[in-house]
């Protein structure tokens, strides 16, 4: 694994000359800087749209319940790619761009029609002053590095996969319908399962649910499980409200009298 | 659609889980107008194209490949050792003039993330910009500038104070640029001064001496009220002359406009000529000097203050006072950075950290903090008792002559910024300006977001297109860093609460005219826009 810090300026070096548009501004520069990681993005969500199906209501594979012993990889909290990881994660389980959830990020893929850069430790994982997704990974890593490993190995077992995120999603197993074939699974990949809802809720909501609340409650609808909201920054990031096309209550970066106006397309939100 | 669906499943992952919580999950928390190109004024003619990286040539910023630190800041700096600079870079830095645009890259910093290596860019723009505002008005180099030298910020031929452009009664009388009003009360007074008409005038309007959202007055050591004060250059004014943006009425019966100011733009590439600065905006501060002593320590002007009227029957008193600068804004609008840059400094002596408070590690007397007061006796950062307002018979002694402002700085500078000015202090060697430190750069760090105007004009191009402030859901473009606060301006909002603690660019970007909407015209295109300045406001 890289560390962070070491991998950051070889792969700054890599955007300039992918997307120089961005830092040296002329006159005569085209009117939107576009790079090639750009147009992956959009692919990649597009090819992500077989998730919709996928992730409320896929019928459960089973799985070979073999466990991985929580020692056999840690999570590091200064790793490149274990943030990329995170960030793909991420994205696969919100249905938003990795460069939404995480300012900044890029495959770091040369240009078409070269095959995309699926090296996660040459990933830009993205450097933004808010930085929400290093709380996060933090506040995960420090309660369930287990689960949250094996979350992130199933990133990178699937990262080459020609639909990233169905594919993890897949793996994981998250909805309901897989709840019968749980006796079959290892407890690191049920407590997985339900920390993928976790890390949802704490995106969408800037909230922690605990993973054994969330288990609880899937078990007995009567139980209510607990949350505590993350941090001020987690509940000024909270991606509801902005799909939404609104904004927390008391804090908002839009114009002054943007409400006598009807919301701006909800793609201005999420890309 | 296919993002809608994708998204459905986000939200829909959301709402399974949570559709069993049955709780809220929030609870816990709290113009395109005509700008004249017209440029009588030298600042930024030619640009500054220097920046913190070697440039391919003079007449290409574009950095070399790979990209290399420049000299300034490749050399190396030992631990309490002084900095010696170069007498060549020294002389290149010191001359290069005003940046007419940020020129930033995320490389040049092995060890740096791309942010930090963009901040690290728009902080040596900074200091550039610092450097040339503060250069000698009569053009004499500022290696050799005496402490009470004209800067050229302080020149009218160079920048207006705003009461000088918000004309009383507009419906008659317009700005001129140059033109500086002495009040009568002024010249009665001082008769015996041949330059008064050159002379810095201060009216001591609330403004002047409450920080904003009226969060109270700054009181230095010496019991004194700290003074504040608002400028622009020539490109700002003759947009607010070609919109009559200076009339209330005006901007009234013109609500339709989106008020846009001109964005400083570099020469074409390969040329040296060309370029504009743009729009820059200055806020100072001032604190009131007495002794000789403290006129070496601070850049100085010989001002006049215009204390506010006793009563219907009496002249206001007009003081002279020797001033001296403890804090310096410079908003300035770019055509890739349309909200805006955002630089801040302070004199050294002003406040202590928060941590050397805590560690003792404090100097003998500070601006306006007491090393000899406990926290007790003297709580930091509170508000002075009310009242607040200066009175006739104290002139600029604050009326509880017992208090004095305990001020600490809660964000410390980063190590980063810590270093950079150590060398810039370098550079200016024994004058006065090595006195003064670079707080940090806000800037829009969302690309490319801060460079866009309108993103549905697919027909315009990018750098003629107008700011853009109906983006959402951050008109802002992601402001890094999140919160900036000067000591002596934003004394009471410093902190890291999204919202409530000070930040340049959210504070701004609220600001509006005096705009309303028109009863026929579409609501959707009506902004009330100011193009992040408050300035509008003051229209009379």
Redesign the interface.
């Known amino acids: 694994m890289r560390a962070r810090?070491?991998a950051?300026?070889?792969?700054?070096?890599t955007?300039?000359e992918i997307a120089?548009m961005?830092?040296?501004?002329?006159?005569?520069?085209?009117?939107?800087?576009r790079s090639a990681h750009d147009d992956e993005r959009t692919n990649g969500?597009?090819r992500?749209?077989v998730?919709?199906g996928a992730?409320?209501v896929t019928a459960a594979a089973t799985l070979a319940a073999v466990d991985t012993p929580a020692a056999a990889g840690s999570v590091a909290a200064d790793s490149t790619a274990d943030m990329s990881a995170f960030v793909v994660l991420s994205a696969a389980?919100?249905?938003?761009p990795e460069a939404k959830l995480a300012?900044?990020f890029s495959f770091n893929s040369p240009k078409p029609p070269a095959p995309p850069n699926t090296d996660l430790s040459t990933m830009?994982p993205g450097?933004?002053?808010?930085d929400i997704k290093q709380e996060y990974f933090d506040w995960i890593n420090k309660r369930r590095p287990a689960a949250f490993e094996k979350l992130l190995q199933i990133v990178r077992d699937n990262i080459k996969a020609a639909d990233r995120a169905k594919a993890i999603i897949d793996k994981i197993q998250?909805?309901?319908e897989s709840k019968k074939d749980e006796p079959k699974r290892t407890p690191t990949e049920i407590e997985a399962k339900y920390l993928a809802?976790s890390i949802?809720?704490m995106w969408?909501?800037?909230?922690w649910?605990d993973p054994d609340d969330?288990q609880a409650?899937s078990n007995d609808?009567k139980?209510?499980?607990n949350?505590?909201?993350i941090s001020?920054?987690a509940?000024?990031q909270?991606?509801?409200l902005?799909?939404a096309?609104a904004?927390?209550?008391?804090?908002?970066?839009?114009?002054?009298?943007?409400w006598?106006?009807?919301?701006?397309p909800?793609?201005?939100?999420?890309? | 659609v296919?993002?809608?669906?994708?998204?459905?499943?986000?939200?829909?992952?959301?709402l399974?889980?949570?559709s069993?919580?049955?709780?809220p999950?929030?609870a816990?928390?709290?113009a395109t107008g005509s700008a004249s190109s017209t440029t009588t004024s030298s600042l930024g003619h030619p640009c500054n194209l220097l920046h913190d990286l070697v440039p391919t040539s003079d007449t290409d910023?574009?950095?070399v490949n790979?990209?290399k630190l420049t000299p300034l800041l490749a050399q190396e700096l030992i631990p309490g050792k002084q900095f010696v600079v170069d007498h060549k870079i020294k002389d290149k830095i010191l001359a290069s003039g005003l940046p007419c645009?940020?020129?930033?890259?995320?490389?040049g910093?092995?060890?740096?993330?791309?942010?930090?290596?963009?901040q690290r860019?728009f902080d040596f723009y900074s200091w550039l910009t610092f450097i040339a505002l503060n250069s000698p008005a009569d053009k004499t180099p500022i290696a050799h500038s005496r402490p009470d030298i004209k800067a050229k910020w302080e020149d009218k031929a160079n920048f207006m104070q705003l009461l000088n452009v918000m004309v009383k009664d507009p419906a008659k009388n317009t700005p001129e640029w140059g033109k500086r009003t002495i009040p009568q009360e002024c010249r009665s007074r001082y008769k015996d001064i041949k330059n008064i008409d050159d002379m810095m005038v201060i009216e001591m309007i609330e403004e002047t001496f409450n920080e904003p959202f009226k969060t109270g007055p700054l009181i230095d050591q010496q019991g004194n009220y700290a003074l504040f004060d608002i400028l622009m250059n020539h490109e700002m004014f003759q947009y607010m002359l070609d919109n009559k943006l200076y009339s209330k009425k005006a901007q009234q019966e013109n609500a339709t406009l989106r008020v846009d100011f001109p964005s400083g733009?570099?020469?074409?590439?390969g040329k040296t000529e060309g370029?504009d600065p743009g729009a820059i905006m200055i806020k100072v501060s001032w604190r009131v000097i007495d002794s000789e002593k403290d006129k070496q320590k601070f850049h100085t002007a010989d001002a006049l203050i215009l204390m506010p009227r006793h009563d219907d029957k009496s002249e206001p008193p007009c003081l002279r006072k020797t001033l001296g600068l403890v804090g310096f804004h410079v908003g300035h609008k770019?055509?890739?950075r349309r909200q805006w840059i955002w630089t801040s400094f302070e004199h050294i002596d002003n406040v202590p950290e928060d941590k050397e408070i805590a560690n003792a590690r404090m100097k003998p007397s500070y601006n306006f903090y007491n090393p000899k007061c406990d926290a007790q006796k003297c709580p930091v950062n509170q508000t002075p008792p009310h009242p607040w307002d200066p009175t006739y018979s104290n002139g600029l002694k604050f009326g509880d002559t017992a208090f004095k402002s305990q001020i600490s700085r809660v964000v410390p500078l980063t190590d980063e910024t810590k270093d950079l000015n150590k060398r810039f202090q370098a550079v200016l060697g024994d004058t006065v300006w090595k006195n003064y430190m670079l707080l940090t750069t806000q800037w829009p760090?969302?690309?490319?977001c801060s460079?866009?105007g309108d993103?549905n004009d697919k027909i315009t191009?990018?750098?003629k297109q107008p700011t853009d402030?109906?983006?959402?859901?951050?008109?802002?473009c992601?402001?890094?860093?999140?919160f900036l606060a000067n000591s002596t301006l934003e004394t009471y909002s410093q902190g890291k609460?999204?919202?409530a603690s000070s930040s340049c660019m959210?504070c701004h970007?609220?600001?509006?005219s005096h705009q309303r909407?028109p009863a026929d015209f579409d609501?959707?295109n009506?902004?009330?826009?100011s193009d992040f300045t408050f300035m509008l406001e003051k229209a009379r």
Do not use: C
């Open positions: 810090n070491g950051h300026g070889s792969t700054a070096t955007q300039e120089p961005n830092d040296i501004p002329y006159q005569q520069r085209p009117p939107v800087a969500l597009t992500r749209t998730l919709a992730a409320a389980l919100t249905g938003l300012p900044g830009d450097s933004d002053p808010v998250l909805d309901d809802r949802v809720l969408y909501l800037g909230a649910y969330l409650g609808p139980v209510t499980p949350f505590e909201v001020p920054k509940y000024t909270g991606w509801a902005k799909v096309q904004h927390p209550m008391g804090y908002s970066e839009m114009q002054f009298g943007y006598t106006r009807p919301p701006n909800r793609s201005d939100f999420t890309g | 296919r993002n809608s669906r994708l998204l459905a499943v986000g939200i829909g992952l959301a399974i889980t949570v069993f919580l049955g709780q999950v929030f816990q928390q709290p910023p574009t950095p790979p990209p645009q940020e020129t930033v890259s995320g490389s910093g092995e060890t740096k993330t791309v942010l930090e290596n963009r860019g733009i570099n020469p074409d590439k370029g770019t055509v890739s760090s969302g690309f490319p460079t866009e993103p191009p990018a750098d402030v109906k983006k959402q859901p951050d008109m802002n992601a402001p890094a860093p999140t609460d999204p919202l959210s970007g609220n600001a509006v909407h609501a959707r009506f902004f009330n826009q």
